[in-house]
């Protein structure tokens, strides 16, 4: 994803709709009309408002509400991006994320 995209995402929460933090952990530079463009490849974006957390996989933002994350293979995925990055992300959401952490 490109890191514009920052700027007009929101929390999906529908009672949040906060501002999102961004902390990168995976990006590389794309050519894009002669220009170098900073493409996002993992990353873990988290609200500062209700503590929920949505992941960066594979240049994806994947911000499904809750109740789409809590099973089948998208739980799957986002359980391992969280081990896939747990020395970088911050233990408050390992610990108490929303809508899960790592148990
Ligand atoms: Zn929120």
Not at 38 to 50: G, H, N, V
Request: net charge negative.
């Amino acid at each position: 994803m490109k890191r514009w995209l920052m700027d007009i995402l929101a929390c999906s929460a529908s009672d949040c709709r906060s501002k999102l933090d961004l902390e990168v952990y995976k990006s590389h530079t794309q050519e894009s009309e002669g220009e170098e463009v900073d493409e996002i490849d993992e990353a873990l974006i988290s609200c500062p408002k209700c503590g929920r957390w949505y992941p960066v996989i594979d240049g994806i933002a994947c911000m499904l509400p809750d109740d789409l994350r809590m099973d089948g293979k998208q739980h799957i995925e986002e359980t391992a991006f969280l081990e896939r990055w747990k020395e970088k992300v911050p233990t408050d959401i390992l610990k108490n994320g929303l809508p899960f952490g790592l148990s």
